[in-house]
């Protein structure tokens, strides 16, 4: 069992920046790929970025290549995704995700463990 507790959401500008954090619980961390998704008001949940469990490699959804880097920390237990120049429609919830195994996916149903949520609001 693991547990996902976001961190690191709020209200921005347009152009700025914010880093969530997800904090996972439990001693195999390591063993899981994470991934952030989110939600806006009436859309579907959508991938925004993963990494695998050892780190090695990352994908990210169209939009927010070159803007946004996700990152952990296997120590800590933690995810990170560092997201830049921030616009209007990248508002949303946005959800920590955990999936075991060393392979990456982009589809909501390939995960198993979920966290809250945390919202990001940009304003224009």
């Known amino acids: 069992q693991v547990q996902l507790v976001e961190s690191g959401g709020g209200l921005v500008q347009a152009g700025g920046s914010l880093r969530l954090s997800c904090a996972a619980s439990?001693?195999?961390?390591?063993?899981?790929?994470m991934a952030w998704f989110r939600q806006a008001p009436g859309n579907e949940r959508e991938f925004v970025a993963s990494?695998?469990?050892?780190?090695?490699?990352?994908y990210y959804r169209d939009s927010v290549k070159g803007r946004f880097t996700i990152s952990r920390d296997n120590a800590k237990n933690t995810v990170y995704l560092q997201m830049n120049s921030l616009k209007p429609e990248d508002t949303a919830v946005y959800y920590c995700?955990?999936?075991?195994?060393?392979?990456?996916?982009?589809?909501?149903?390939?995960?198993?463990?979920w966290g809250q949520g945390t919202q990001v609001t940009v304003s224009s």
């Open positions: 439990g001693r195999t961390f390591s063993g899981y790929t």
């Open positions: 990494i695998t469990s050892s780190g090695g490699s990352t």
């Open positions: 995700a955990a999936r075991r195994g060393a392979v990456a996916a982009t589809l909501r149903d390939r995960y198993d463990y």
